[in-house]
């Protein structure tokens, strides 16, 4: 960037700061979002509380299909290239 360039486009610096401000923070939270972790915890969960009787077969069918759904979604997310 020439000094021509820098002196002209020195009002922008703020809203180029924000952008980046944001862009950081949408990459953090999804990062966050689809971490597999959790939802590998979930389905741990879920199965502990099926074989402790806490809930019926219905009720850990129907909530592993989303948990597993889910995690089908991180993996294709994950996998995708990121532009």
Not at 28 to 37: H, L, T
């Amino acid at each position: 960037m020439g000094l021509l360039t820098g002196i002209l486009t020195l009002p922008l610096a703020p809203v180029r700061a924000t952008l980046w401000a944001a862009e950081q923070l949408q990459y953090a939270a999804e990062e966050q979002y689809y971490d597999p972790a959790p939802v590998r915890r979930a389905l741990t969960e879920l199965e502990r509380d099926l074989l402790e009787g806490r809930i019926g077969e219905d009720e850990y069918d129907r909530r592993e299909d989303e948990l597993l759904n889910q995690l089908d979604e991180i993996t294709a997310r994950r996998r995708a290239p990121r532009p």
